[in-house]
C-alpha cells in the first residue's frame, strides 16, 4: 500500500527549514528517502530501519517512528541545490520490495 | 564507473507497436528492479530480480508487458502491443545487497504511445 506524504508541496526561500512526513498504514521494516530533480533519474538519501533511528546526510536528516509508523524527513538551512522531488519508499515487514510515495515537490527561492 | 544504462532515452511508437525498453546494471550489483513513473501514479515498481531470476513481478499491469534478464549485465521491458496509457517514463534500477538496499537508477526511457 502506497504511503502517504506530506504536504504534496512546499515552497522555501534559501536557508529555511522544511519537514517532509510519510506514513503507512501497514507495519514498516525500513524507510528509504530518495530526491529526484526536474528531468532526472531518482538519487538515494538515506535509509532508516525500525527502531526510530535517525539519520543523517549532510544537512538533511531524517527520523522514524515504528510505532506510529511514520517517517520525516528535515532539511535545516536550505540551499538552492536542494530543490527537487523527495520520494519516501517503505518497506513493509516480509515484503522485499520497497513502495513509494506520491512525492514532495520541493522548491527553493533565493 | 558507469552507472546504470538505459537506452533508448526516449522512444514515441504508435499504438499497437512493440516497444523494447534495454537497461544494463552497475557491474557488481545482483538486483534489478524496472519502474514506471508517471503523474498519476507515481514511481511504481513493476517487476525485479535477483541474479537474473524474477522474484516479483506483481507490479506488471498486463500480459502485455514481459521482461526478461538473460545474463546478469542486460535486461529488457517489453510492451506489445503498446497502448497510449503505457506513456510514461520507464526507470532501470539496480542494487548490490537486496531488494531494499540503495538502489542506484538509470537516466529513464521516456516512452509516448500516440
Known amino acids: 500500500q502506497q504511503p502517504v506524504q506530506s504536504p504534496q508541496a512546499v515552497i522555501l526561500r534559501e536557508g529555511e527549514d522544511a519537514v517532509i512526513n510519510c506514513s503507512s498504514s501497514?507495519?514498516?521494516?525500513?524507510v528509504h528517502w530518495y530526491r529526484q530533480k526536474h528531468g532526472e533519474a531518482p538519487v538515494f538519501l538515506m535509509i532508516l530501519l525500525k527502531g526510530g533511528e535517525q539519520k543523517g546526510h549532510e544537512k538533511i536528516s531524517a527520523s522514524f517512528n515504528e510505532k506510529k509508523q511514520q517517517s520525516s524527513l528535515y532539511l535545516t538551512a536550505s540551499q538552492l541545490s536542494y530543490s527537487g522531488t523527495y520520494f519516501c519508499g517503505t518497506e513493509e515487514a516480509g515484503a522485499q520490495k520497497l513502495v513509494f510515495g506520491q512525492g514532495t515537490r520541493l522548491t527553493i527561492n533565493p | 564507473d558507469a552507472g546504470v544504462i538505459q537506452s533508448p532515452r526516449h522512444e514515441v511508437t504508435e499504438m499497437g507497436q512493440e516497444v523494447t525498453l534495454r537497461c544494463k546494471p552497475i557491474s557488481g550489483h545482483d538486483y534489478l528492479f524496472w519502474y514506471r513513473q508517471t503523474m498519476m501514479r507515481g514511481l511504481e515498481l513493476l517487476i525485479y530480480?535477483?541474479?537474473?531470476?524474477?522474484?516479483?513481478d506483481s507490479g506488471m499491469p498486463e500480459d502485455r508487458f514481459s521482461a526478461k534478464m538473460p545474463n546478469a549485465s542486460f535486461s529488457t521491458l517489453k510492451i506489445q502491443p503498446s497502448e497510449p496509457r503505457d506513456s510514461a517514463v520507464y526507470f532501470c534500477?539496480?542494487?548490490?545487497?537486496?531488494?531494499?538496499?540503495?538502489?542506484?537508477f538509470g537516466p529513464g526511457t521516456r516512452l509516448t504511445v500516440t
Open positions: 501497514k507495519a514498516l521494516y525500513s
Open positions: 534500477a539496480s542494487s548490490r545487497a537486496s531488494a531494499t538496499y540503495e538502489q542506484y
Open positions: 530480480f535477483n541474479n537474473n531470476v524474477p522474484i516479483d
